[in-house]
């Protein structure tokens, strides 16, 4: 399985591939009101509003860095299903890695279900952000509909 | 996004670059380039953007597919097959070993009524591969003739099904893609998978 690497500060995570539709440098957004306190604002992608998250505030509870090396990942759950942006640190990378070692662990922490440690390709611990449940903790929180 | 005065933010927070060659990207962008990149990406005509839907191209028989890409898990050289007694039917062909395990092999041939080609001699074609593909942890292997690779296109850009296509391989089929003079089946992923399950009852 192909994985990008991003980061929170020095702590990484690892997306799958299959979900990411594009990675964006960082745009101007259009702000949103009544929206939960991780939500930067609402990007332009051709004609339609998406919503833009900022995995630092959402992790850390901090802005994301603003460098080059940040960046937005387009996901998207399924196939023409909306998508969403998700703002993060040294998004430069990618590694292969074998899927079920990637999502045998337990959930780490409650309030963040979408999360699951494992090691990456050097046998350091990183964490599989599952874009599925990431969705779903966005539904529960009223983001997307 | 608004310009942030990043020198106020804690240094220790972040593991810059090591590498020289990527120190560039420890700075903050500039206001022209996020502008542009805004404007890039709202930009609404449809020939200008990747498009929203990602598909892995291959053919069978004469028949050019496509499926999204998501579903994909390995192409990979044709292996030898073993049948199953007793189990082995038109679509469900046996299973193959693919990486140490054994995987159920089908015909999507026979599912979507294309024509086998004339010979199964590997030599017979520029690439003989097969293909892996995956639906709630089940995997499903397949021979194509062909495969072209991964292509984006519009979502909005799918044309519907001649009215003159008729037989099994129009039923499973969202739309035709053009793609390099030629047109490509859109499969129904639904249909395809639900159609596999049904071959191993």
Same mark, same amino acid.
């Given at each position: 399985? $192909?994985?990008?690497?991003?980061?929170? %500060?020095?702590?990484?995570?690892?997306?799958?591939?299959?979900?990411?539709?594009?990675?964006?440098?960082?745009?101007?957004?259009?702000?949103?009101?009544?929206?939960?306190?991780?939500?930067?604002? $609402?990007?332009?992608?051709? %004609?339609?509003?998406?919503?833009?998250?900022?995995?630092?505030?959402?992790?850390?509870?901090?802005? !994301?860095?603003?460098?080059?090396?940040?960046?937005?990942?387009?996901?998207?759950?399924?196939?023409?299903?909306?998508?969403?942006? $998700?703002?993060?640190?040294?998004?430069?990378?990618?590694?292969?890695?074998?899927?079920?070692?990637? !999502?045998?662990?337990?959930?780490?922490?409650?309030?963040?279900?979408?999360?699951?440690?494992?090691?990456?390709?050097?046998?350091?611990?990183?964490?599989?952000?599952?874009?599925?449940?990431?969705? !779903?903790?966005?539904?529960?929180?009223?983001?997307? !509909? | 996004?608004?310009?942030?005065?990043?020198?106020?933010?804690?240094?220790?927070?972040?593991?810059?670059? *090591?590498?020289?060659?990527?120190?560039?990207?420890?700075?903050?962008?500039?206001?022209?380039?996020? =502008?542009?990149?805004?404007?890039?990406?709202?930009?609404?005509?449809?020939?200008?953007?990747?498009?929203?839907?990602?598909?892995?191209?291959?053919?069978?028989? @004469?028949? +050019?597919?496509?499926?999204?890409?998501?579903?994909?898990?390995?192409?990979?050289?044709?292996?030898?097959?073993?049948?199953?007694?007793? @189990?082995?039917?038109?679509?469900?062909?046996?299973? *193959?070993?693919?990486?140490?395990?054994?995987?159920?092999?089908?015909?999507?041939?026979?599912?979507?009524?294309?024509?086998?080609?004339?010979?199964?001699?590997?030599?017979?074609?520029?690439?003989? @591969?097969?293909?892996?593909? *995956?639906?709630?942890?089940?995997? +499903? *292997?397949?021979?194509?003739?062909?495969?072209?690779?991964?292509?984006? +296109?519009?979502?909005?850009?799918?044309?519907?099904?001649?009215?003159?296509?008729?037989?099994?391989?129009?039923?499973?089929?969202?739309?035709?893609?053009? +793609?390099?003079?030629?047109?490509?089946?859109?499969?129904? =992923?639904?249909?395809?998978?639900?159609?596999?399950?049904?071959?191993?009852?």
């Amino acid at each position: 399985m $192909l994985l990008l690497r991003i980061h929170v %500060g020095k702590k990484g995570y690892a997306i799958d591939c299959r979900h990411i539709v594009r990675i964006l440098p960082q745009v101007n957004v259009q702000k949103a009101k009544h929206v939960p306190y991780y939500v930067v604002g $609402l990007m332009n992608v051709s %004609g339609i509003l998406v919503p833009l998250i900022d995995f630092c505030q959402l992790i850390d509870n901090r802005e !994301t860095g603003f460098f080059l090396h940040s960046r937005i990942i387009l996901l998207q759950d399924r196939p023409n299903s909306p998508q969403i942006g $998700l703002l993060a640190e040294r998004v430069m990378e990618t590694f292969e890695k074998d899927m079920k070692s990637m !999502t045998s662990n337990e959930v780490e922490s409650t309030h963040l279900p979408f999360l699951h440690k494992c090691e990456d390709d050097k046998q350091e611990e990183i964490e599989y952000l599952n874009v599925s449940q990431l969705f !779903t903790f966005l539904l529960a929180d009223n983001l997307l !509909t | 996004m608004k310009k942030k005065s990043f020198h106020f933010l804690s240094p220790s927070l972040y593991e810059h670059s *090591v590498h020289p060659d990527l120190r560039l990207f420890d700075k903050p962008p500039t206001q022209e380039y996020i =502008e542009e990149w805004t404007r890039s990406l709202s930009d609404l005509s449809k020939e200008n953007t990747p498009g929203d839907l990602s598909v892995l191209i291959f053919r069978l028989g @004469r028949e +050019w597919l496509a499926l999204p890409t998501i579903f994909f898990q390995e192409v990979t050289k044709r292996r030898p097959m073993h049948k199953l007694p007793h @189990r082995s039917n038109q679509i469900l062909l046996g299973i *193959v070993n693919l990486n140490g395990q054994f995987q159920l092999y089908v015909s999507l041939h026979q599912l979507l009524g294309i024509e086998l080609p004339a010979t199964s001699q590997p030599t017979q074609y520029k690439e003989d @591969r097969m293909v892996a593909i *995956v639906k709630e942890g089940i995997q +499903w *292997v397949f021979p194509v003739e062909e495969v072209a690779g991964i292509h984006r +296109w519009n979502s909005s850009l799918l044309e519907e099904n001649p009215l003159n296509l008729y037989g099994t391989l129009s039923t499973h089929l969202k739309g035709l893609l053009r +793609w390099n003079g030629k047109h490509v089946g859109l499969l129904d =992923e639904e249909l395809v998978f639900s159609g596999l399950a049904r071959s191993v009852r």
